[in-house]
């Protein structure tokens, strides 16, 4: 089991999303979110439900607070640099770590058999960027997100930030940090992963027999790569090559980013997620890109579950829009959709 392939990566997707496409409309549906703190935590928000609400600085607007939320996403990087710092320190003897983790080591060496993880650097950077990736991209788009500011005759005066209207955009206070790191951190890891099977796919399809092998990533950046390649067919033996999904994962999230952040009505944004979802679904059902099938049918119904969601969601927005009472057991079906793949992680 690891968190950057397989189900238990499609169910951190299936948490993320689920909390960033705001099911409830942003309040405008009456859906008291009981699976916020399960689901945000996926996301390194950590403070609904854990910590209370404080004013950091009054002077703060919220693009300040978008840029103070990146620390967030560095979360897993800092546990992961604690952990291994404490593990070199109990390997090389030092006496209080030694005599502090001795209760522990039976537990954690039966867990670490148990679950076959193999605990390195290389795996914990590749848990980070999967974990993380949400968290930047999405405060990423939403700090180069633009608004208009009209009269009262319905012409645009000037162009703001979306979540500042006292902001003219582009401020380069938030749009230089937004670029960097949708550039670094949003668009190379999912390029990377992609790339060995489009060189591999111009091999197969070239005229001349192109021989590719020196572009191909060099040993130590493959290793890291094969951390999200894990159950993907590799393209052995002539089949179809598809590693690619890996990527594929990260650009699911960036065009469902995009359209949360540049979509005005919620309405256009849930009818989008439900083609995509749909679209994304028969993918899986009919390329198969996993080794072992059973994978295959979970995200094809993880996709399917997404779906259904999103159209709860538009139902009930349709239903709030129009006066019309609320059908409780749309409601109750809408939960157990959203809780139904916690239960394969309990």
């Not at 640099?81 to 005599?99: A, E």
């Not at 582009?170 to 992609?194: D, H, M, Q, R």
């Not at 091999?203 to 060099?218: I, M, V």
Request: charged fraction near 15%; proline fraction near 5%.
């Amino acid at each position: 089991m690891t968190v950057t392939s397989g189900p238990l990566n499609a169910f951190v997707f299936f948490a993320q999303v689920t909390s960033v496409i705001k099911v409830d409309a942003d309040g405008m549906i009456p859906l008291q979110n009981v699976t916020r703190q399960y689901l945000n935590i996926w996301n390194m928000d950590f403070r609904t439900g854990f910590i209370k609400q404080f004013c950091l600085r009054s002077s703060f607007n919220t693009m300040d607070i978008f840029l103070l939320r990146y620390g967030e996403a560095l979360y897993p990087l800092i546990l992961l640099c604690i952990i291994v710092g404490v593990i070199s320190l109990y390997n090389k003897g030092f006496r209080v770590v030694v005599l502090l983790l001795r209760p522990f080591h039976y537990c954690l060496a039966r867990f670490q058999q148990w679950s076959n993880l193999q605990p390195s650097i290389t795996g914990g950077i590749a848990i980070f960027i999967v974990i993380s990736y949400t968290k930047f991209t999405l405060l990423s788009l939403l700090l180069l997100t633009p608004g208009g500011l009209y009269n009262s005759t319905g012409d645009q005066v000037t162009s703001v930030h979306y979540y500042s209207g006292d902001v003219d955009f582009p401020s380069k206070k938030y749009l230089i940090p937004a670029i960097i790191v949708l550039a670094t951190f949003g668009l190379i890891p999912p390029l990377l992963l992609i790339y060995p099977s489009l060189l591999r796919l111009f091999e197969r399809l070239s005229c001349w027999k192109l021989n590719l092998t020196k572009l191909y990533p060099f040993p130590k950046l493959a290793m890291f790569m094969d951390e999200f390649y894990g159950c993907y067919k590799d393209g052995r033996d002539r089949k179809l090559d598809c590693r690619w999904f890996a990527g594929f994962y990260f650009i699911l999230r960036i065009i469902l980013f995009v359209v949360y952040g540049f979509t005005d009505q919620w309405h256009t944004q849930y009818l989008f997620q439900i083609l995509l979802f749909i679209v994304v679904a028969f993918l899986f059902a009919f390329i198969r890109p996993y080794r072992k099938d059973w994978l295959n049918n979970l995200d094809c119904c993880m996709f399917l579950i997404l779906a259904s969601i999103s159209t709860f969601s538009l139902y009930n927005l349709i239903q709030t829009r129009i006066g019309s009472n609320l059908n409780p057991y749309a409601f109750a079906i809408q939960y157990i959709l959203i809780v139904v793949p916690l239960l394969y992680c309990i």
